[in-house]
T-cell receptor, first 114, second 115 residues
């Protein structure tokens, strides 16, 4: 079964700092990749996704992620965070051949200090 | 109301009780999902329904019994649960399961405590 690894589960940074969250997955076949975000008191919602094409994808609120196939990675970045980016961020992977099975990482709790 | 709704939002039950969780989606989707979110663990997929048919059971114990009477409603029937079943249970929906490209929309979850 595929697994998704997210490190640095708790991240604290100041406004205007840059953010990078790592995501690695263990599956050898073709995958679809997602980052979901959960703001305090809100539902999980999609931040961005990658299926094919340009490996650098842009999502909402200035976030972007880069798929590096050789490294089985899909890291999330934002050049300059805001207090409103305080949230929990989840990487998720679904093998194309097993389109039912979306697998999530443990999440990164990000706190942005004003 | 729009999106995915779940009731109840909080539930406390004894190990001998029988209760049900309800999920309703107002998005016209054809696939619905149950997930379990425990502390310090990744979100775990439990069940998948696509066009009312169960297409995935991720080795879930039989004390959890899903029901999908139509594409808009999903239930999770609970009986003789264990304390380790205490968790946040999330429901999600998507257009269908397709090739795994459809975004899943999540509900707010039911916080379940088994005493």
């Amino acid at each position: 079964a595929q697994s998704v690894s997210q490190h640095n589960h708790h991240v604290i940074l100041s406004e205007a700092a840059s953010l990078e969250l790592g995501c690695n997955y263990s599956y050898g076949g073709t995958v679809n990749l997602f980052w979901y975000v959960q703001y305090p008191g809100q539902h999980l919602q999609l931040l961005l996704k990658y299926f094919s094409g340009d490996p650098l994808v842009k999502g909402i609120k200035g976030f972007e992620a880069e798929f590096i196939k050789s490294k089985f990675s899909f890291n999330l970045r934002k050049p300059s965070v805001q207090w409103s980016d305080t949230a929990e961020y989840f990487c998720a992977v679904i093998p194309v051949e097993r389109n039912n099975r979306l697998a999530f990482g443990k999440g990164n709790q990000v706190v942005v200090i004003p | 109301e729009t999106g995915v709704t779940q009731t109840p939002r909080h539930l406390v039950m004894g190990m001998t009780n029988k209760k049900s969780l309800k999920c309703e989606q107002h998005l016209g989707h054809n696939a619905m999902y149950w997930y379990k979110q425990s502390a310090k663990k990744p979100l775990e997929l439990m069940f998948v329904y696509n066009f009312k048919e169960q297409t995935e059971n991720n080795s879930v114990p039989s004390r959890f019994s899903p029901e999908c009477p139509n594409s808009s409603h999903l239930f999770l029937h609970l009986h003789t649960l264990q304390p380790e079943d205490s968790a946040l249970y999330l429901c999600a929906s998507s257009q269908d399961t397709g090739t795994g490209t459809y975004e899943q929309y999540f509900g707010p979850g039911t916080r379940l405590t088994v005493t």
